[in-house]
Structures are given as C-alpha cells and as structure tokens.
C-alpha cells in the first residue's frame, strides 16, 4: 500500500521559514514526479510546486516561485518543500502527492498524503 | 495559466439522482483533465484521469467525458457517500491548475 506522510507544520510568524517534509512507502520513490499541493482554510486547491522523479527538474507557482524550494532525497524516499519568506496567504493545509510518469507523459495525482497544517501569523 | 471555471458552485440533490458537473477551460487542454474528490478533512482523491478514464476502483457510476475546453463529470446515481466537493484540474501546461470546486449536497 503506498503511504506519503507530511510532517513538519506549525505556526511560524510572518516573514519565517519552515521546512516540509512527505515520507514515502509502499512505491518504488525514485520512480515518480513529486509534488505539493496547498489547500487554505475553506477555500480550494491550489498546485505549489513539482519535482521530476530524479530531481533535475523543478516547477513553481508564481506565488511561491523565489520563495519555496522543492527538493528530493531519493536514498531515504522523502520529498521537502523549503518555505522562506511566509506570508500570511501561505497558511494552509499542504499535500505531498504522486504523479506517475509513464514515458514522458506525467499523469494526474494519484496518492495523496493527509496533509500538514502550516499557520503563518504573528 | 489556464483557468478553469466549475459550475454550478453547488449541486442540491437526492441519493438516487444524476449528477452532472462542468469544468470550463479558458483554452484548451486537450483531454489532459482530471477530477477529484473530497470529503470534509479528508485529501482529495483521484477520479478521473485523461478527461474519461476511471482511477483504479473507482465505481462506474463516475464516469468523464469532454476535450478542448469542455468537460462533465457525470455521477449515474447518487450514492450516500459521494455528497463531497469536487475539482477538475488541468495538467495541459505549467502552472497546474485547479477549478474552484462543486459542492454535491444532500437536498
């Protein structure tokens, strides 16, 4: 059974950082395109950022771009999401999830994790 | 980016009933749409891939069509479980998009 398991929120001040983190299982990590997805407090989805199933290649929201940085770790099966500069419009609940790669094709997201709150406020 | 619009922002029906929910692209995305479901504090999940085809065990009563621009989420026959929200998201072009959402609600 594949498991992605957030971990890493909290409530950070304007202006701080904080470091997500989506622990993998059940799936061959190395495999698959990673990504985050954000979700703010009643309101809907919104895609953050994609990592390739190697790392070499990376995509951003504008609203993120320069701020957030996605990033890999193959050996230990774990995505991160580096948040610098938080705003009060970054609280929300943030989804690590899986697209699968078959040839060049990236597929929808198929396994999502439970989420991680993150409360950016002073 | 593309922006995709979901309507009715609401759907009010009963438990047997045929839901029919459309996602608009501002232009096209081929049929690299997909549609997700969620229920209260739950994360989404996947559908619908390829604007029709079901995500392993999904139940046939969910069923995708459209291309282009235009697309319909249709559920054949409302089951208790399926009052949720739901999202159509593009993966056409960078940024990935998602709709604003229909609520499925008991009437």
């Known amino acids: 059974e594949v498991q992605l398991v957030e971990s890493g929120g909290g409530l950070v001040q304007p202006g701080g950082s904080l470091r997500l983190s989506c622990a993998a299982s059940?799936?061959?990590?190395?495999?698959?395109?990673m990504n985050w997805v954000r979700q703010a407090p009643g309101k809907g989805l919104e895609w953050v950022s994609s990592?390739?199933?190697?790392?070499?290649?990376?995509y951003y929201a504008a609203s993120v771009k320069g701020r957030f940085t996605i990033s890999r770790d193959n050996s230990k099966n774990t995505l991160y999401l580096q948040m610098n500069s938080l705003r009060d419009e970054d609280t929300a609940v943030y989804y690590c999830?899986?697209?699968?790669?078959?040839?060049?094709?990236?597929?929808?997201?198929?396994?999502w994790g439970q989420g991680t709150l993150v409360t950016v406020s002073s | 980016e593309i922006v995709l619009t979901q309507s009715p922002a609401t759907l009010s029906l009963s438990p047997g009933e045929r839901a029919t929910l459309s996602c608009r692209a501002s232009?096209?995305?081929?049929?690299?749409l997909a549609w997700y479901q969620q229920q209260p504090g739950q994360a989404p999940k996947l559908l619908i891939d390829?604007?029709?085809n079901r995500a392993t065990g999904i139940p046939a009563r969910f069923s995708g069509s459209g291309s282009g621009t235009d697309f319909t989420l249709t559920i054949s026959s409302l089951e208790p479980e399926d009052f949720a929200v739901y999202y159509c998201?593009?993966?056409?072009?960078?940024?990935?998009?998602f709709g604003g959402g229909t609520k499925v609600e008991i009437k």
């Open positions: 999830a899986r697209r699968r790669i078959v040839g060049v094709d990236w597929r929808a997201f198929d396994c």
């Open positions: 059940g799936l061959t990590f190395s495999s698959h395109a």
């Open positions: 390829e604007a029709s």
């Open positions: 232009q096209s995305v081929t049929r690299y």
């Open positions: 990592i390739s199933d190697s790392g070499g290649s990376t």
């Open positions: 998201q593009q993966r056409s072009n960078w940024p990935l998009t």
